[in-house]
């Protein structure tokens, strides 16, 4: 993979509850975007991070022989992470309530599997065509699938941003899972809100088609999202399919 990320505060948050995390060495990208009050929805985030990475540095992913042993292998995982999470926010006043979003990427032998929670996206970005691969778990996409608003009244609904579902909010967790076969060139976007919230589906496409360096794309994306306005943390990772991922 050809991997750029990038993390920013934004325009008008004072700190950066989001957090990201890399493994050039397993294929493992994600990102985080943690809730609660004061520096709450940071630990969240960053613990979900350190669980994650803990986790995998214990059980190694190559042990995931097949599909279903990765899925399995991701399940187990985030349920590791939700366990910590929930303890912590029952265990400490300070932490009471907080909760964080997942987006999660692993490519293993042409294929990519993909994992959310929360609001944090993953996109496919393939012969110039962006496509939204995960489902927003907010209050207004429940409304949207029932047929009760259109796309384009939820795109303006105030309640958005209202999750359903993450990492820390109950003791159980049931985050969706996917899977794409791979080509060579795909690029897969990871962020968080803070991103799409600020920049459309063509203001990516701009960027992306432009084919510069994964981590040039970062930049531009985030760059955009603060001339946007910036109102929240904005956090990208950027994958390009190299032909070593397709044959490995």
């Known amino acids: ?60 992913i190559k042990q995931a022989t097949n599909k279903y042993a990765v899925v399995n292998y991701l399940q187990d995982c985030l349920d590791k992470t939700n366990e910590k999470i929930f303890t912590q926010a029952l265990k400490y006043e300070q932490n009471k309530g907080m909760t964080t979003t997942l987006a999660v990427v692993y490519a293993k032998e042409g294929r990519a599997y993909i994992g959310n929670i929360g609001d944090s996206r993953v996109y496919l970005y393939r012969d110039g065509d962006l496509v939204q691969l995960t489902e927003d778990h907010t209050y207004v996409n429940t409304l949207l699938k029932a047929g009760i608003i259109s796309k384009e009244q939820a795109e303006t609904d105030d309640r958005k941003n209202v999750i359903t579902k993450a990492l820390g909010a109950d003791n159980t967790v049931e985050p969706n899972f996917f899977q794409v076969n791979i080509m060579k060139d795909d690029i897969f976007l990871i962020c968080t809100d803070g991103l799409y919230d600020e920049v459309d589906n063509q203001g990516m496409i701009d960027v992306l088609k432009e084919n510069k360096s994964m981590s040039d794309v970062c930049n531009k994306m985030i760059e955009k999202a603060n001339s946007n306005g910036g109102h929240d943390n904005i956090t990208v990772i950027c994958l390009r399919v190299t032909e070593e991922d397709i044959h490995e």
């Open 1 to 60: 993979m050809e991997v750029g990320f990038k993390s920013d505060k934004g325009l008008m948050r004072s700190n950066n509850e989001d957090a990201c995390f890399v493994l050039l060495n397993d294929n493992i990208y994600l990102v985080a975007d943690g809730v609660g009050g004061g520096n709450a929805g940071e630990i969240a985030s960053r613990t979900a991070v350190n669980e994650i990475a803990n986790y995998i540095a214990n059980n190694p």
